[in-house]
């Protein structure tokens, strides 16, 4: 059984269409990226997917069990469900060690002591635990960003979405943040990332799913969908990526 499941979803503001008839699967231990134009409906996505939106249509499981349902309970979703965004969201008056302790508080219930132990053990993970008792405005944007994923990872979610992680930092910052992704991935951690850097995209994914206009325009391995010669719409994204990247 697939880890999650999107079954024709469908997502409209107004007459607008933001997302048309989309399905893919992610099972245990996948990393799939999502790629494709500014306004394709990435962002909205995974919006759709931690249920800050809801979708005008389709069907979204989490293990098994349909999380779009009308009696879902949305909070204990969200819980499984682990958010990184590009601008990385921390508690600038919290040091590293507390914005990752505060979630295991407040929502698992956890005791202090326990949720100490597994902030330190998750700052561990992305190599900011000499940093654990930092505050935000002390640290670069690559390590707000580990600290981001650490806090994600504390909440011991099935799945962790990305939004363009990297599009605040410079190339070799971003290249940090893609080994600690590579890392969770040896881990077997769960995650879905919106990016559009191809260079980061080859790096940390299994596959690549392709928006174009709200439509999966192709599903493929890295090397290949650089390679696709048959779709205009891909071909002029990587190469335009190309054009503007070097
Ligand atoms: N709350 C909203 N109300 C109306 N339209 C919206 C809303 N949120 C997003 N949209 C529209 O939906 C479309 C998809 O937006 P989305 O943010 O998902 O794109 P994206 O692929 O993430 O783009 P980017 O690469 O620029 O982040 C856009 O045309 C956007 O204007
Ligand atoms: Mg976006």
Known sequence: MP?????NLRLGYGDKVV???ISFTLYRGEVKVVMGPSGCGKTSLLRCLNLLV?????????NGQEITAPN??????RRQIGFVFQQFGLFRHLDAL???MLAPVKLLKLSRK???????????RVDMLEHAEK???QL???QQQRIAIARALAMDPKLILFDEPTSALDPELSREISIIINRLFLDDVSMLCVTHDAHFAKYVCDKIIFLDQGNILAEQQPEQLYAQQEDERIRRFFRMAREGGS
């Open 140 to 142: 670069s944007g690559g």
């Open 3 to 7: 880890l999650l499941e999107v079954k």
């Open 114 to 124: 326990e949720a100490q132990e597994r902030a330190r053990h998750e700052l561990s």
């Open 72 to 77: 879902t309970h949305e909070r204990a979703v």
């Open 135 to 137: 505050y935000p405005a």
């Open 98 to 100: 507390h914005n990752v």
């Open 19 to 21: 997302l048309n008839d």
């Open 54 to 62: 809801k979708p005008t249509g389709g069907q979204i499981f989490l």
